[in-house]
């Protein structure tokens, strides 16, 4: 197989990581893409749209699952940049209502770091359409209590989280989170990135191809434990974005479409001190706050050791995603993946269709992440 695209000199070891995946039969269509000081340097598509169906073209998109969880938080910081919101201020001083039952003294910065307690929802949806419904959903975050004290300690919010950021967003700017996102983050760049996918773009989206059990399903130890009580939470099984409903909704944490250029695209700007090609997302000393450490131990619902900053997740020895310090990453169930790196000034993103059977643990973004930091050697 011959991917399409290109590849610069001195990076053709992410042009072989990539092949290698195809090689060994674990792609059916992706992408991968990386920048150096805002430059692209790898920009490389291959497989197929749709398991034995039309080619993976230049502007195939694809739900990225938490990969959107990026953007979700790129648009939270750049309020809190502007002053829209502090970070450091109680959710209830912009979303009065949320202050009931024990969250008073839950802050933007738990939210951001997955330490909000609140990693699910209790009782569970009844499904995935339920997810569609966002005044439902935050008004149901709203009376909900904490599941352990707010700032105690992470516990990944696989999908309140965003409904968390973009409650805040809409409370402060008066968009929704997707149109805040449109307008000031991917049409300045000219970013082909997502939250809720207008239906002009439909025929260029990829399909996934499930892991063969739905998330949760496989959950292990005991059922009453927070990790089993999140995943279990809301059923879904990777099918969901194959429907419009799906595609439409704004689901912040979850429902982003877009490819790896368009990633790697919008956070070249956060690996460059916050901005790219003229256009300035966040100052470099909110860049610089992204990687201050807000958690970092046992994670309750991923039950792995886990270090958060402002929205993303950070180098740890058990993730030595980046050999250097100042790195940001995060990926997506199925196996998405984003890193930047501020020290390098690159940015990694690699996106597909063929969801990994692991929720953590599918190796086929890190070795490509692995060959990009030794084509910088």
Not at 34 to 39: A, I, K, L, P
Not at 97 to 115: I, P
Not at 183 to 196: C, K, M, N
Not at 347 to 367: F, H, Q, T
């Amino acid at each position: 197989m011959t991917p399409e695209g290109f590849c610069a000199a001195g990076f053709e070891p992410v042009r072989e990581a990539f092949l290698a995946n195809f090689r060994d039969g674990a792609e059916v269509g992706a992408s991968v893409a990386v920048t150096r000081n805002g430059v692209p340097v790898v920009d490389l598509w291959a497989g197929q749209a749709k398991q034995g169906g039309a080619p993976w073209q230049r502007d195939t998109i694809v739900n990225v699952y938490s990969t959107t969880k990026t953007m979700a938080s790129l648009c939270v910081l750049m309020c809190a940049d502007r002053g829209l919101l502090d970070l450091d201020a109680p959710v209830a001083n912009y979303w009065p209502e949320f202050g009931q039952n024990g969250k008073g003294g839950v802050l933007v910065r738990h939210v951001m770091s997955h330490s909000a307690g609140l990693p699910a929802f209790d009782p569970p949806l009844a499904g995935p359409t339920a997810l569609y419904d966002w005044d439902g959903i935050v008004r149901r975050l709203a009376a909900d209590k904490p599941w352990w004290t707010p700032g105690d300690g992470s516990g990944y919010h696989a999908l309140t989280q965003g409904y968390l950021q973009g409650e805040l967003v809409r409370r402060v700017t008066g968009r929704t989170i997707g149109a805040f996102f449109r307008d000031e983050v991917a049409r300045p760049l000219g970013a082909d990135f997502h939250i809720g996918l207008p239906p002009e773009h439909d025929a260029r989206v990829a399909e996934l191809v499930p892991p063969p059990q739905a998330l949760g399903a496989a959950v292990q130890g005991d059922p009453d434990s927070v990790s089993a009580r999140a995943m279990r939470s809301v059923p879904i099984d990777g099918t969901e974005p194959r429907t419009t409903a799906w595609r439409r909704a704004e689901i912040p944490a979850a429902g982003g479409v877009g490819n790896a250029r368009s990633i790697a695209r919008i956070h070249s700007a956060l690996a460059c001190g916050g901005e790219v090609d003229g256009v300035r997302l966040l100052s470099e000393a909110m860049v610089r706050r992204i990687g201050v450490e807000q958690t970092n131990g046992i994670d309750r619902v991923l039950q792995v050791p886990a270090r958060f900053g402002m929205g993303f997740g950070l180098p740890h020895p058990s993730m030595p995603i980046s050999p250097n310090p100042n790195a940001l990453f995060w990926g997506g169930w199925g196996g998405s993946l984003a890193v930047i790196d501020l020290d390098a000034g690159m940015s990694i993103a690699y996106a597909m269709n063929k969801m990994a059977v692991e929720v953590m643990g599918d190796l086929r973004g890190p070795m490509i992440v692995f060959e990009a930091y030794k084509s910088l050697a």
